[in-house]
Structures are given as C-alpha cells and as structure tokens.
C-alpha cells in the first residue's frame, strides 16, 4: 500500500499548521518531527481520514490500485490522548478490538495478553489501570492488528523503562509485517538506522 498527499493544507484559526505539504509514504519506517504546533498531530489525523484538509487531496493505493473506499482496515494507530473503553477488562478490550481488525500473524487473544507482559491483569478493569499500562495497552492494540500502516503519536509517553524497552523489542519485530509512521520528537521513540525523517519545519 502507499498513500500520496499532495499539495495538503490545513488552518486552524486563519493559521497554517501544514501548507502545501505533498509526500508519497510507500517505504517501511517514518518520523515524523518538528517542532510544537509544526503539524505532526494533524499529518497523522489527515492521513487516517479523521481530520480533512482544507486543500488538496489524500489518496490510498492497494496494489497499485485506487481504493475507492475508506480507508479502514488499513490502518491501526495509538496515541496518549487516545480514548479506550476503560469499562473493559483486558480479556474484553482485546476480544472486542480484535473482532473488527485480525491480530497479526494469527496471535491468539491470550499471546497478545503475552506479549503485552499483562497476564496478571486479564480480569482486571482497564480503569484501575496505570496511565503506563493504559498507554502499553493502546500501543498493543495497534502495532498486534494486521493493517498494512501503524501510525504512533509519541508512543513513549508515559512509559518507563521497562516500557520503552518493550516499545523498542515489539516495534522492530512489527516492522516485519508492516509499516510504521511516529511522530516525535523524542530519540527513544523512533529507532532503527533505516528510518526515513520527515522535519516539519523544513517543509
């Protein structure tokens, strides 16, 4: 899959946070960087069609081929500010996640409770879970879906160590399967020497 934007713009308040921005994702790994308020929020939201441009066009080829529809299916993405249903336990979040996107590579719903490192938690209501916990389970859920794009909005906040650790171990095992787009600013989160660079404030 690939997605071409071109020419992208968006204003909020008669202010540009992107103009003009054309790009072609089709490679394997992406940051996204810049400085606060250079667009990195609203360049993921564009490209997974929850925000519109106010000009220009955002298109998606399977194949080579226009995907005249929307684009879900294709896509999972985690960030902080992400809402989850907090009412779930951890057994119900992933069976319910998972009824609407296939885990990857066939994991089963309890290896994706193993590689999150939660098993202890299973029964245990998302609510009574740390904010570290909570952002561990949102970033699961995305990179465990089998989409051709993960997109990650500062995965790393509110991780530890033994988190961003994790974050390291499963995104380079990921990166088998898919294609991965971060946005951020912080080195702990976008790693591999392959990595393609996108500065905002050089655009």
Not at 14 to 20: D, F, I, R, T
Not at 33 to 59: A, C, D, E, Q
Not at 145 to 174: A, R, V
Request: hydrophobic content about 35%; overall charge positive; charged content about 25%.
């Amino acid at each position: 899959m690939k997605i071409i934007l071109d020419n992208i713009s968006k204003k909020y308040n008669k202010k540009y946070v992107l103009k003009n921005f054309s790009y072609e994702f089709k490679n394997k790994y992406y940051s996204i960087t810049g400085s606060n308020g250079s667009g990195k929020t609203t360049l993921l939201n564009i490209i997974l069609g929850y925000t519109s441009p106010n000009s220009g066009s955002v298109t998606y080829y399977e194949n080579n081929s226009k995907i005249k529809d929307d684009s879900f299916g294709f896509f999972s993405f985690a960030a902080p500010y992400q809402e989850i249903i907090e009412e779930f336990t951890l057994n119900e979040i992933i069976h319910f996640h998972f009824k609407f996107l296939n885990p990857i590579n066939k994991m089963r719903e309890n290896e994706v409770i193993n590689s999150l490192e939660l098993e202890d938690y299973c029964n245990i209501k998302i609510s009574n879970f740390s904010t570290g916990m909570k952002q561990k389970v949102k970033l699961g859920l995305a990179l465990f879906s089998e989409c051709e794009f993960t997109l990650l909005d500062e995965p790393c906040s509110n991780l530890d160590d033994k988190g961003i650790n994790w974050y390291h171990k499963n995104i380079e095992k990921i990166l088998k399967f898919k294609k991965i787009i971060v946005a951020s600013n912080n080195k702990n989160e976008v790693i591999n020497k392959d990595i393609i660079n996108i500065n905002l404030d050089k655009v």
